[in-house]
Each structure stands twice: as C-alpha cells, then as structure tokens.
C-alpha cells in the first residue's frame, strides 16, 4: 500500500471513480503517483486535474483556511483546526513534549523512581486550594481530585522510597486567566536527606540545562520584552526581611493571636487593598505579590517566608525569628517552583492543621481539611526530606514565549458559549 498524504493542493479527478469530484484541501489519499495536467479551477485556484486513479482514505467536508487562524475562540474550540493551518501551535506542543521528557530523563539519571499517586481520594491536601467534588456511586461516597501528589509521595519516603517523583495532571476549582487552568501539570519529587541548598542547585542546573537544550542561542524573552538568564547562581530575596523592611515593623508579632488585625492596620497605613477573608496566610501573600514579586524578572529564589504560609515546611531560625525552611522560584514575576524541607514531627503537623482549621471557619475555601492519615503515617518516621514542585505549564509559557496558557495545553478548558455566541 501506497503512504497516504494529506493534499496541500486541490486535485480535480477526470477519471475512474472521483471524474468531476474537487479534492478539498485536507482529505487523505493514496495513489501510487499523480498523473495529471496543472491548471486552475474557474475560481482561480491551482490544481492538478488527475487522469489516473486514485483512492480517497478520508474525507474533509470543510474547507480548510489558507492563512493562519486568527480567532482565539475558533483556535481552541476547534483544536484540531488550528493545529492544521498555525504551524507555531504544533510547534509550541512538541517543545512542551521535549520539556517533560528533559525533566524525566533529568530526575531518572538521579535514581529517582516515578511513581503514580491516586487522582481520586476522600479529602484532597498537600496545598491551598478548592477542590473539585464528585461522587463515587459503587463506593456510597464523596470524593475529590487531587490538588497535588504530595502527601501521598510522602508516605512513600516514609515506606523507604528514598528518591520518587511523579509527572501528572492537578485539578483546582479556581478561575482561569493567562497563568491558571483548571486542570493543568505538576512535576513534584521529595529526596531523602535533600535539603534547602541542595534543592537550589538541582533547580539551577534543571532550568539552565532546559533552556540550552530547548532554546539553544535564542534568547528566552518574557511577555514584557525582558530577556532572561538562566545563568547560575539565581538572584536570592529574604521575605522575612522584605516584609520587615515593607512594613516598618519585626514579623514577631505574627506569633500573637491577634495578628490578623495587626497585619490589617500596617497594610492600611501602606494603601495595600484586601479582600477577605482576612487571615495572616491570605494578607503576607497579597503583601509579597504587591511588593516583591514584581522584582522577580530574572530567576530569583524567595526565602525564609513567614511560617504561618508553610504548613507543611519544617521551621528554621532566621535572627532569632521562625521562619519556613522554603524557597519558591519566580521567573518572569510568576511563580516556577516551590520547594521546602518537609515537617516530619507528626504533633507538630497535627497542631499545624488545627490551626488551618481556624482559617477555613473564617471563609478560606482553599484551606484544605486536616488529612489525620497522613499524620498517622508520619509517625512511622519520614526521615529529613526535601520536597519540589514545578509548574510544567508555566515554565513551557516561559520556554516557548507563550502570553496565555492555553497556548501550551492541547485542550485547553473554555468557558461555554453563549447562545448569541453560537450562531
């Protein structure tokens, strides 16, 4: 059997079985070569008028557009379509294909074993954020998507899996805008022994050797024109620090029971505007993205954050004051990686979660429900170990120039079209 192609130009058939039938631009066929006189339809357009036979393998009942597809809805509506006529889409998908292969080939020549955590479960943790719900039926019970596979590949190093990752889907139930996707891709690995340093230079030689290998001599420009370097070491930022500086005051007070209000009465003397609810973890992170994120255009390491943001961090000692033993990498002034020593005192990270239960009877959603399991395996000892998340999304935005995440995912969520849309 002849290989099949697919026609870049229209063929007109005057013999056998397609005599008088138009080829669209599209449809698969097979012959073993054109016989044919090249000329133009009575519209214009060039042709091939065929006198041998050929086979048609499948139809195209749709004209296909010669210039590239414009149209954002058309676009990811009918993925199919853009792929076809914007040679860029196909490219920015194959260079996402190489990027989760760098990473994999990355952590296999390291020893690390990946592994597959469950998507479904009874109470989705290992961060802040809504969860989807459905219902298992044959079971009689609620369940929800995962929202990362952290605590679970914990209980894994707890099991003596030194080393394991895992590559896989999240889902959030949160908005969609140029940098969040309801259902979107994580790389996480936790190391035992690893620690804050050593993470810092594996993430260094990670997005260094990314971007040699992915991009070669071409330079990684932001949304905002500013080229980025890769080169190591990384500019580092202390929060802790930062905040102090920002706010004219230490952090210790962030230990008192009314520290909410107090955060709330600096912010109000600076004009920084916040909605609820109105816990310490919600207001330090509207402080950091109004006053240092913005700086974090080339890839800078964020340190020593407050502990009320970490619940799942160890706690370390930055001058006399607690802080987490946590770093988060922006690139781009968007968040890349988020990484910390992993709290491994089951008490400790009962109480932790006790304390979250206060923040979600204040109307935080995202706080996720104690997972009391989890706490249970702790006790079986997870030695000293390092944890990492990647956003594969977001660092293949920044890889390929992408301005809107739906340019690196295949099928991308939309929102449903209006009836008015429709016609």
Sequence with gaps: MAKPF????HVIGTKGRHKNLKMRIGIYVEVILFVGVPGKTNHGQLSIFVTNEMKVLSPCLHDIPRTGLKDPEKRFRQRHLDLLVNSESLKILKTRSKIIRYIREFLDSRDFLEIETPVLSGNAGGANARPFETRAHALGINMQLRIAPELYLKQLVIGGMDRVYEIGKQFRNEGIDADHNPEFTTCEFYQAYGNLETLMKDTEELLSGMATVICGDAPIVTK??????????FKRI????????VLGSSL????????SDQLK?????LNVKLSGPFTVSRVLDRLISDYIEPECI???FL???????????KDADDNGQRVAARFELFVGGKEIVNAYEELNDPEEQRRRFRAQLQER?????EVPLPDMDFCDALEYGLPPTAGWGMGIDRVVQLMTGAGHIREVLAFPVMRPMSNNDSK
């Design 6 to 9: 697919k026609l870049l130009l």
């Design 224 to 233: 905002s024109g500013e080229a980025i370097d890769f080169k190591a070491p």
């Design 238 to 245: 202390n929060v802790a620090e930062r905040l102090s500086s």
């Design 252 to 259: 210790s007070f962030l230990e008192d029971e009314d520290a």
């Design 265 to 269: 009465t600096l912010c109000k003397k």
């Design 298 to 300: 080339q890839p800078t």
């Design 303 to 313: 340190y020593n954050h407050p502990l009320a943001l970490s619940p799942l961090a």
């Design 361 to 365: 009877d204040l109307g935080d959603l």
